[in-house]
């Protein structure tokens, strides 16, 4: 946290001496002091820089380049002689005064870990900032012939924290290795039950759709039509669960046949044009000749593609455009969709594709899914030696169209070459 800065810092600028304002780190969990001291700095010029914990003032130093600073030895994570034995073994900190701010009895072990002096709590306010300028004018202090016998408990000290802190860290990592085992686990569990029931549910629909059980009326078609409509959509559901599900465990099987790209480009196309109206978005079809062999599970390609065409729809509002086309690149079968929907953020580009990650994880978010069109898509592509990659904004027109969301390339090895 910074209480007065800019956002992009000067190279270190030689401390000026007569006026004695400089950039001050200041390491504190404890809000009160804080305040205090920030107050005081502040109030004789200096530029603050403030955290509560010291991992984070060790990251802090190396970002704004301090050329004093002030550490609390009571401060949580890595204490204050751990957080100032790190910074004194830091080569840009060479020359800039650490200040501990401690109690009377914590002096001598203060300056064998690398301080160079320190102020006393509870801090004096009429002092402070000449305590301050003392240190920035060249003030230090050594340590006395304890300093060996203190910096050796003091090792033994950080030593101990370690030992603790990886033992804690082990026991951590099992809870989560056995929660990672639990989510695989419940995934399986749900999928089939919920896969299970399909079956019946969508024999029956279709017996009756096709009117082996008997005639019917034209409202009972239109009932009949919107369960189907629903069946479907729980179905594509438990479908990706299923997959997903045996993707993570391994037991996903593949088929290795000859296919067209081009062919199973245009049954996903149609596919996820079918369950859309048509005038919700504007659909710019490119070149989808085939053929364009290649060799693998057609069927899971075509989900695949299924999952990125219908992200594509789901995520461009009404109006907006999407493009599609495929192409021979090389060695590879290409298909791009580019859409105009809003994009994804950098920092949520390579997330995506983890399983149930959703940039719009809230209840209340606008789109259906359940976070594993992606996931699925990534690692079928994967598993038949493809790769899918995604840019966006888009940084190339697809079908002559320059859109402003996300552009998908999903790229197959080409066949009979
Ligand atoms: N074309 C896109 N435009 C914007 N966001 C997208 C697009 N494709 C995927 N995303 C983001 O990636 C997330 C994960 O996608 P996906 O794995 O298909 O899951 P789902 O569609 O079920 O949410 C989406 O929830 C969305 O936040
Ligand atoms: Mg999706």
């Known amino acids: 946290m910074s209480v007065r800065s800019d956002e992009t810092f000067p190279?270190?600028?030689?401390?000026?001496?007569?006026?004695?304002?400089?950039?001050?780190?200041h390491i504190e969990d404890d809000p009160h002091s804080r305040r205090l001291v920030s107050k005081l700095l502040l109030r004789a010029g200096h530029e603050v820089f403030e955290t509560e914990s010291g991992l984070e003032g060790i990251r802090m130093a190396r970002r704004v380049?301090?050329?004093?600073?002030?550490?609390?030895?009571?401060?949580?994570?890595?204490?204050?002689?751990?957080?100032?034995?790190?910074?004194?073994?830091?080569?840009?900190?060479?020359?800039?005064?650490?200040?501990?701010?401690?109690?009377?009895?914590?002096?001598?072990?203060?300056?064998?870990?690398?301080?160079?002096?320190?102020?006393?709590?509870?801090?004096?306010?009429?002092?402070?900032?000449?305590?301050?300028?003392?240190?920035?004018?060249?003030?230090?202090?050594?340590?006395?012939?304890?300093?060996?016998?203190?910096?050796?408990?003091?090792?033994?000290?950080?030593?101990?924290?370690?030992?603790?802190?990886?033992?804690?860290?082990?026991?951590?990592?099992?809870?989560?290795?056995?929660?990672?085992?639990?989510?695989?686990?419940?995934?399986?569990?749900?999928?089939?039950?919920?896969?299970?029931?399909?079956?019946?549910?969508?024999?029956?629909?279709?017996?009756?759709?096709?009117?082996?059980?008997?005639?019917?009326?034209d409202l009972q078609r239109k009932c009949l039509g919107s369960i189907e409509r629903s069946t479907r959509r729980l179905r594509s559901v438990t479908d990706t669960l299923l997959d997903v599900s045996a993707l993570e465990s391994g037991r996903m099987h593949y088929f290795e046949r000859d296919y067209d790209f081009a062919d199973v480009a245009r049954r996903?196309?149609?596919?996820?044009?079918?369950?859309?109206?048509?005038?919700?978005?504007?659909?710019?079809?490119?070149?989808?000749?085939?053929?364009?062999?290649?060799?693998?599970?057609?069927?899971?390609?075509?989900?695949?593609?299924?999952?990125?065409?219908?992200?594509?729809?789901?995520?461009?509002?009404?109006?907006?455009?999407?493009?599609?086309?495929?192409?021979r690149v090389g060695a590879w079968h290409e298909l791009r969709v580019a859409d105009g929907g809003p994009g994804i953020a950098p920092n949520a580009q390579e997330r995506i594709f983890e399983p149930f990650y959703q940039v719009d994880g809230s209840v209340t978010r606008a789109h259906g899914g359940v976070g594993l069109g992606l996931a699925f898509a990534r690692r079928v592509t994967e598993a038949l030696g493809g790769q899918i990659e995604l840019v966006s904004p888009p940084n190339a027109p697809v079908v002559g169209e320059q859109l402003g969301g996300t552009l998908v390339k999903l790229r197959l090895p080409a066949s009979g070459a």
């Open 11 to 25: 190279e270190r600028a030689s401390v000026d001496y007569d006026s004695c304002v400089a950039r001050v780190l």
């Open 65 to 217: 380049q301090p050329e004093l600073v002030l550490v609390d030895i009571n401060v949580p994570d890595l204490d204050g002689y751990e957080v100032t034995l790190r910074l004194r073994s830091m080569r840009e900190l060479d020359g800039v005064p650490i200040v501990a701010i401690t109690a009377e009895g914590d002096r001598q072990t203060s300056l064998a870990v690398g301080a160079n002096g320190f102020v006393t709590k509870p801090i004096d306010a009429r002092r402070f900032a000449e305590q301050v300028a003392g240190f920035l004018r060249g003030h230090r202090e050594s340590a006395d012939e304890t300093g060996e016998t203190k910096l050796r408990e003091q090792s033994q000290r950080i030593v101990e924290h370690l030992e603790r802190k990886v033992v804690e860290l082990a026991a951590a990592n099992e809870r989560l290795e056995e929660l990672a085992r639990l989510r695989r686990e419940f995934l399986q569990n749900v999928s089939h039950e919920l896969a299970t029931p399909m079956t019946p549910v969508v024999g029956y629909l279709k017996l009756l759709l096709d009117e082996e059980l008997g005639p019917l009326t």
């Open 268 to 327: 996903a196309l149609a596919q996820v044009r079918e369950s859309l109206p048509d005038e919700r978005l504007t659909w710019r079809i490119g070149a989808m000749e085939g053929p364009l062999p290649g060799r693998g599970d057609p069927d899971k390609l075509r989900r695949a593609i299924v999952h990125v065409l219908d992200n594509a729809a789901k995520f461009t509002p009404r109006g907006g455009t999407i493009a599609v086309e495929v192409a």
